[in-house]
């Protein structure tokens, strides 16, 4: 089981508690996105991984990367794989310990962490409810036939130049335009997160929030309906 750091929720009362699971870039670490915890939903138990490899100078690798002769860097199968299964597993042991809601898992994931939220979601269909996919893209090894049985808030800076945005581009776009589940976003950035996409991810977890959208569900049917 992975290493992780917890904020638990500021309401203990549910039966279930949701929770956002973070899951950081190459190079980077748990504290990382667990930075972003105070600004994240209240009602939600915040869970940021550690990634097993140690890079050094509190450096972690979810899977090592290799470059190729020609400066494209790749990732053996095996080992991106393994870092998925290595994620899922321990989002089953942290809904036993943690009495988290299977039914209200969300990932929130950056460049490398990105691209393994996608697969997670992919992988087990019906795992996750949402995901947060920032400065990534969908690895070629994923299949993306089936309609997500998630949503999902997707950006990229147009001037990354660690992940291209030829590379969402290419692997999000498509889909985005073929499923109002995916909704993808463009900022003036490099491979960062700033401050308007921030901002405009918070206000999109505020908008998907399981407990917002149940509200909203029974003020609607509250009301009676009059037929002329």
């Known amino acids: 089981m992975l290493e992780y750091r917890i904020q638990n929720p500021s309401s203990s009362d549910m039966d279930a508690t949701p929770a956002i699971i973070l899951i950081h870039g190459y190079g980077s670490h748990a504290g990382d996105l667990f930075s972003f915890a105070p600004n994240l939903p209240k009602n939600h138990a915040i869970i940021a991984l550690q990634a097993p490899?140690?890079?050094?100078?509190?450096?972690y690798a979810w899977y090592p990367l290799q470059m190729d002769s020609s400066g494209v860097v790749t990732s053996k199968l095996n080992d991106f794989w393994g870092a998925v299964k290595l994620i899922i597993d321990t989002i089953d042991e942290l809904v036993k310990i943690h009495k988290l809601d299977s039914e209200d898992l969300s990932l929130l994931g950056f460049s490398q962490g990105a691209i393994l939220s996608w697969a997670i979601a992919y992988q087990n269909y019906?795992?996750?409810?949402?995901?947060v996919a920032l400065?990534?893209?969908?690895?070629e090894s994923i299949n993306t036939s089936q309609a997500p049985k998630f949503v999902v808030y997707a950006s990229h800076g147009i001037n990354d130049q660690v992940i291209p945005i030829s590379q969402p581009r290419d692997t999000i776009v498509?889909?985005?335009?073929?499923?109002?589940?995916i909704s993808y976003h463009e900022f003036n950035d490099e491979h960062?997160?700033?401050v308007e996409n921030f901002n405009q991810l918070i206000s999109w977890l505020e908008k998907t929030n399981l407990n917002e959208l149940i509200t909203d569900f029974k003020a609607l049917n509250s009301n009676p309906l009059v037929v002329f």
Not at 135 to 139: D, E, L, P, Q, W
Not at 174 to 181: G, I
């Open 192 to 194: 960062n997160i700033s």
């Open 53 to 59: 490899i140690n890079l050094g100078s509190s450096s």
């Open 135 to 139: 400065s990534g893209m969908i690895h």
């Open 174 to 181: 498509p889909l985005s335009e073929k499923y109002d589940e």
């Open 126 to 131: 019906n795992l996750i409810r949402r995901i």
